[in-house]
């Protein structure tokens, strides 16, 4: 079985298990089964988490979401279902936390009522009754005090499962070769960063970066051989950057690096420093060193962007700076 597949039984089986309690405790305490308004925020965020839908869209205005360039299906399923029983589980921790406050106020005010009732002058005709009635509370407290020690135990477990959906959210966003950002990782880091572009004016710049003559590696070398230089470049890169930097594999021999608040001439200064270091650098491949060297394509991101456009006028820059010989930097201008 598929993890993808792990993931949604997983799921499921958490969601049936809050399901079944939440009626036996709507039976046990006689109240009415109207509980299913409770969780139509849960089916609405599973739906919304499959179906990528935003929450201020009706389902009227759902369209179907269009793959994303260049991410693997399974890779992005995988995502998305990492993502949906992520939120299974906090919306499950919550519940433990409101049912365990409620055992908590529940044991408290019995308490209270158990005090007033042992002070009260009782006839003897009542004895019993007033006996069975501490009884019962009694017994309603003991209870209470399981379910807090259940559910305290219920919490550690989600605890763990919530760290290990967290690990696997991270694993499904690193490319398993350079152990950079994966392309899915590098598009919801863009469209954050333009969200708040958008909103708070915060500049940023995008640069894509491509290994010139790379098909000659692999022809020559074969490409085990080319596997390692992209290992090493992304190494040499990465080791260049600020730590608030994102670097990510965009695919193939291309890489795209988000620098955080630095404007277009900033960043080319950044650009240049990296072909630099590129260019003065040997890879040994079979005894042999190689040299590599960057074209990169730079745009600054402006109000008016989006994802989109952004993404194709570094793109457009690249190809400028290939066509200007490679080896080199290309600024796009704003548009």
């Known amino acids: 079985m598929s993890i993808t597949a792990y993931l949604i039984v997983f799921g499921s089986g958490l969601l049936a298990g809050m399901l079944i309690l939440a009626i036996a405790q709507k039976i046990s305490s006689g109240e009415s089964l109207d509980f299913f308004s409770g969780f139509s925020k849960l089916f609405s965020i599973i739906s919304r988490s499959v179906r990528k839908v935003p929450e201020n869209q009706s389902d009227d205005e759902e369209r179907v979401a269009e793959p994303q360039r260049g991410v693997d299906p399974r890779e992005q399923n995988l995502y998305d279902s990492a993502q949906t029983i992520r939120n299974i589980l906090l919306i499950l921790a919550t519940s433990i936390q409101r049912t365990g406050k409620a055992a908590s106020d529940s044991s408290i005010a019995l308490g209270d009522v158990k005090s007033a009732i042992n002070t009260m002058d009782i006839p003897t005709?009542?004895?019993?009754?007033?006996?069975?009635l501490l009884k019962e509370i009694d017994l309603v407290i003991s209870s209470n005090t399981t379910l807090k020690g259940e559910l305290a135990k219920s919490q550690a477990v989600l605890n763990e499962q919530q760290r290990q959906i967290e690990a696997l959210r991270t694993a499904v966003r690193i490319d398993g070769l350079t152990q950079l950002a994966n392309r899915a990782y590098f598009d919801e880091k863009l469209g954050e960063l333009i969200a708040l572009r958008k909103r708070y004016g915060d500049p940023f710049s995008l640069m894509m970066i491509d290994l010139d003559n790379f098909k000659g590696v692999n022809d020559s070398y074969g490409h085990p051989a080319g596997d390692r230089i992209l290992k090493g470049v992304a190494?040499?890169?990465?080791?260049?950057?600020?730590?608030?930097d994102f670097l990510a594999?965009?695919?193939?021999?291309?890489?795209?690096?988000?620098?955080?608040?630095?404007?277009?001439a900033d960043a080319a200064e950044v650009a240049w420093k990296l072909c630099e270091e590129i260019r003065g650098?040997?890879?040994?491949?079979?005894?042999?060193?190689?040299?590599?060297?960057?074209?990169?394509?730079?745009?600054?991101?402006?109000?008016?962007?989006?994802?989109?456009?952004?993404?194709?006028?570094?793109?457009?820059?690249?190809?400028?700076?290939?066509?200007?010989?490679?080896?080199?930097?290309?600024?796009?201008?704003?548009?």
């Open 125 to 132: 005709d009542l004895g019993k009754a007033h006996s069975l």
């Open 235 to 244: 190494m040499k890169i990465k080791a260049s950057l600020r730590g608030s």
């Open 249 to 264: 594999r965009f695919g193939g021999d291309e890489y795209a690096l988000i620098l955080i608040k630095t404007g277009a």
């Open 281 to 335: 650098s040997r890879f040994l491949l079979d005894k042999t060193a190689v040299s590599m060297t960057l074209s990169i394509g730079l745009a600054e991101a402006y109000e008016n962007d989006s994802e989109e456009t952004l993404l194709k006028r570094a793109d457009d820059a690249l190809y400028r700076a290939k066509s200007n010989g490679r080896n080199g930097v290309a600024v796009a201008d704003k548009s």
